[in-house]
């Protein structure tokens, strides 16, 4: 992809690692749901000598000189993602998710406050009050979780939203993968006078491509990932009604974060406007037809899937009861052959974080790079293989062989970086 001359002669066990690491990417398939590959313009800009500068503040009202430029790229910036969610205002600035969600609760609770938000295990997120996290210390979190069938019960989300009067009403997730009614969510909120807020980390990109619909046209705040889907930088975005935009300005600077990142911001800025191209709708709506494709042959696999199904570009497979392996086995297993995947905790999982009941697989990235429906079902099928042999079979070795060829094939097919 890039000579990296300098680097191999300054460092040359850094330019070692990244080197193995470019090569893992290009001979195998990312199907971790969170991951993606950014353009060659965004890896450029990162590499810039925007890295240099430090620019506190906001465009027009800086801490330091010398940010003529650094304003361009922020308004850029602002502007485009202002463009492609129909946001009223947009904070660029997050280093991450993460942040992006600390910087939302510092602007609108007070220490004590109840946030009521998705349990982790049912697909939210770390963020979104588990006791290990920061917020957790700080506010009060109470967790909602999903139905036998996967879906959320709506009626008792809104009974428990009466019963806790949350200020903030939480909707969003990282392993979940149904759409959510964003009206109804929207409307319990209201009835407690609660602030609404959606987490779209995971679906940003099938949003900004118009193939899920939007939350911003309804939620009074909504925090996003740059990368996962929208195929940019890693980093976080803000996105609000007007009448929350000072107070999330503050927030983020100088309450949570020091300088902004504009080598980031700058390849937020470009993601943004590759985005709000034709082209990226396609991706986004093959991305939704590759997990649906995906979850129809993992089933035929034996694969037990969660929530009910897919409508989104992930599917949750509980290994466990579909192949009697946990979590951690099945990720090994599929990395042998090529294949990177996350273990994942499922509802009310009785095992641990490290070594839980299921796994997460996402088709961002083999969307990115070109396969569609014939391709997935190939993997699909690939990895089903793979999780239904016995280890002590004495084909087993044959078939991570085999596999493991396919793989590499098939990604000769599709290189990442033409």
Do not use: W
């Not at 925007?50 to 430029?69: H, I």
């Not at 009050?129 to 210390?137: D, E, F, M, N, Y």
């Not at 309450?255 to 709708?281: N, S």
């Amino acid at each position: 992809l890039m000579k990296h001359a300098v680097l191999q002669a300054e460092d040359a066990a850094v330019y070692a690692a990244v080197m193995g690491e470019e090569k893992r990417q290009e001979e195998g398939l990312e199907m971790i749901a969170s991951e993606n590959y950014v353009s060659k313009a965004v890896l450029e800009t990162l590499g810039t000598v925007l890295t240099n500068k430090y620019s506190e503040g906001y465009p027009g009202r800086r801490y330091y000189g010398g940010q003529e430029f650094t304003d361009a790229i922020e308004t850029l910036a602002i502007t485009r993602a202002k463009k492609l969610f129909g946001a009223e205002h947009a904070n660029v600035q997050p280093h991450s998710g993460a942040q992006a969600n600390l910087a939302v609760y510092a602007a609108l609770l007070q220490p004590g406050d109840t946030v009521l938000g998705m349990d982790l295990s049912h697909g939210g997120h770390l963020t979104h009050g588990h006791p290990v996290t920061l917020p957790a210390k700080v506010y009060r979190f109470v967790r909602y979780g999903t139905e036998a069938d996967g879906g959320i019960d709506y009626d008792r989300l809104e009974a428990l939203t009466v019963q806790e009067k949350p200020k903030l009403l939480l909707a969003g997730f990282s392993s979940y993968t149904r759409q959510i009614d964003y009206a109804r969510f929207v409307a319990i909120g209201k009835k407690v006078g609660a602030i609404t807020m959606m987490d779209m980390a995971h679906i940003a990109g099938l949003v900004a491509g118009k193939a899920l619909p939007n939350p911003v046209e309804y939620f009074d705040v909504v925090t996003a990932t740059t990368h996962k889907t929208l195929r940019g930088p890693r980093g976080g975005l803000i996105l609000c009604r007007q009448a929350f935009a000072a107070a999330i300005d503050k927030a983020v600077f100088p309450g949570t974060q020091g300088g902004p990142h504009m080598h980031v911001v700058a390849a937020k800025a470009v993601a943004f406007g590759e985005a709000l191209r034709a082209d990226f709708k396609k991706y986004a709506k093959q991305t939704l037809k590759n997990a649906k494709v995906l979850e129809i042959e993992l089933v035929k696999s034996g694969a037990r899937m969660l929530f009910g199904g897919t409508e989104n570009h992930m599917v949750l497979v509980d290994t466990v009861a579909s192949y009697g392996l946990s979590g951690k086995e099945a990720e090994t297993r599929l990395e042998s052959i090529g294949i990177t995947v996350n273990k994942n905790v499922i509802p009310d999982d009785t095992r641990g974080p490290l070594d839980p009941s299921g796994i997460r697989i996402g088709v961002p990235a083999i969307t990115t790079r070109g396969m569609k429906e014939k391709e997935t079902r190939l993997i699909a099928r690939a990895i089903g293989r793979m999780l239904q042999i016995s280890a002590d079979d004495e084909g087993y070795g044959r078939l991570v062989t085999v596999l493991r060829k396919e793989i590499r094939q098939l990604c000769r097919q599709f290189p990442l970086y033409r």
